[in-house]
């Protein structure tokens, strides 16, 4: 764990009360996941275990819908970390993204009970639209790959 993760500052945190209900990473939801995300320079990381329950249909390794599951919520707040970084006040206030697209890409099976990375990193911005690119790991393996275009919903 990098000393990034340590700090209290994760992504999913600065989301507004009214936007932070995610199953998969709002901290409001007291059920979800509770995926963490967090910036580190020009690159976002979120570590994740999944619980048993979220077997695939190969025993001992993850289903694909968990998988597009982090993807989903670590590309949104990787996306609006971007989307701040970029903007004339970096300090300012954190937007909220939603996924227009997610194109994800199963290279490995990806076993369970272990910690899972995703690292995100920014393709490119155009307005409210921020493309990022993804990959989850487990260990030095490689399991999947995935781009998401995410837009910044409006204020």
């Known amino acids: 764990m990098s000393d990034i993760e340590h700090a209290d500052a994760w992504i999913q945190k600065e989301y507004s009360p009214e936007n932070s209900h995610c199953y998969g990473c709002g901290v409001a939801n007291p059920h979800g ?17 999944p619980d048993p329950m979220y077997s695939g249909g190969v025993p001992g390794n993850v289903y694909g819908g968990m998988i ?5 919520c670590h590309g949104t707040a990787s996306a609006a970390a971007f989307h701040r970084q970029q903007s004339d006040d970096p300090s300012g206030p954190l937007g909220r993204f939603v996924t227009a697209s997610l194109h994800v890409n199963f290279l490995a099976p990806t076993p369970q009970a272990q910690v899972l990375t995703v690292s995100g990193k920014l ?16 260990g030095e393996a490689l399991c999947a790959t995935a781009e998401m275009l995410a837009i910044a919903l409006r204020k």
């Open 33 to 49: 996941n509770g995926l963490r995300t967090y910036l580190n320079g020009a690159e976002t990381v979120s570590r994740f275990t």
């Open 123 to 138: 393709k490119a911005i155009d307005g409210r639209k921020v493309w990022v690119e993804m990959t989850l790991t487990a």
């Open 68 to 72: 597009a599951s982090l993807f989903d």
